[in-house]
């Protein structure tokens, strides 16, 4: 258990809403990473952060903002929802320690968030 | 062309058969890589990492071949058990940009 939590687990929500996705970490890690995962596109980066406040986009960051102000929590808000954004969002984190680049990527149990 | 290529799935084999999973990258900078298991509506999980000089972990064996950019995944003794997604993962590292680049996964199931 890598001390991962994400919330909420389910949301629907209308279209043209914002919405925020809450993914929070106990073990003081450093990186942390936003991923949505759709059928025939596997897991892409949306958001990720390198400290507090410090992020940085991903490949699919249109509509979307992410807060880091506490190293703990890790915000991704999507600013008015649109069908397009139904997906399952993952949150992810990634220790670095000495062996900065072998390390292995710990997820959050997801949130599945469907825009009608 | 996908940073991250797989095997096109899925595979379908029967118990006890050895099914073997191929993995291509594109990009140098990649540091480190690693072979994740994840289950039906469930998050990811790591299955190994794979070593240069190439890794076993029981019915699991994982190779590196860093000069072809070529990455596999051998199960051996397939159980029920094993029926999962197997998603290639590929970490680049460069300076502030860290990121882990994701295949698209292969499917495997094992049927009795």
């Known amino acids: 258990d890598a001390g991962i939590t994400q919330s909420p687990r389910h949301k629907v929500t209308e279209t043209g809403t914002p919405v925020t996705l809450r993914c929070h970490q106990t073990e003081n890690h450093r990186y942390m990473y936003w991923y949505r995962q759709d059928p025939g596109h596997g897991l892409r980066l949306i958001h990720y952060s390198y400290g507090v406040k410090d992020t940085d986009k991903g490949e699919v960051s249109d509509g979307y903002s992410v807060s880091r102000s506490k190293t703990e929590d890790f915000l991704l808000t999507l600013e008015s929802a649109t069908s397009s954004q139904t997906s399952v969002y993952f949150c992810?984190?990634?220790?670095?320690?000495?062996?900065?680049?072998?390390?292995?990527?710990?997820f959050g149990q997801g949130t599945r968030l469907t825009v009608v | 062309r996908k940073e991250v290529e797989q095997d096109p799935g899925p595979f379908n084999v029967p118990e006890g058969a050895t099914v073997a999973f191929n993995c291509t990258y594109s990009n140098s900078a990649s540091q480190s890589f690693f072979w994740y298991r994840q289950d039906c509506r469930k998050e990811p999980k790591l299955l190994m990492s794979?070593?240069?000089?190439?890794n076993e972990d029981g019915r699991f064996t994982a190779q590196l071949n860093r000069a072809s950019q070529y990455i596999s995944l051998l199960i051996r003794d397939s159980k029920l058990s094993d029926s999962a997604t197997y998603l290639c993962v590929v970490n680049i590292d460069a300076g502030n940009n860290r990121k882990l680049i994701w295949g698209l996964g292969t499917s495997l199931a094992v049927n009795p």
């Open positions: 992810a984190i990634k220790p670095f320690g000495k062996m900065e680049a072998n390390t292995e990527a710990f």
């Open positions: 794979v070593y240069s000089s190439g």
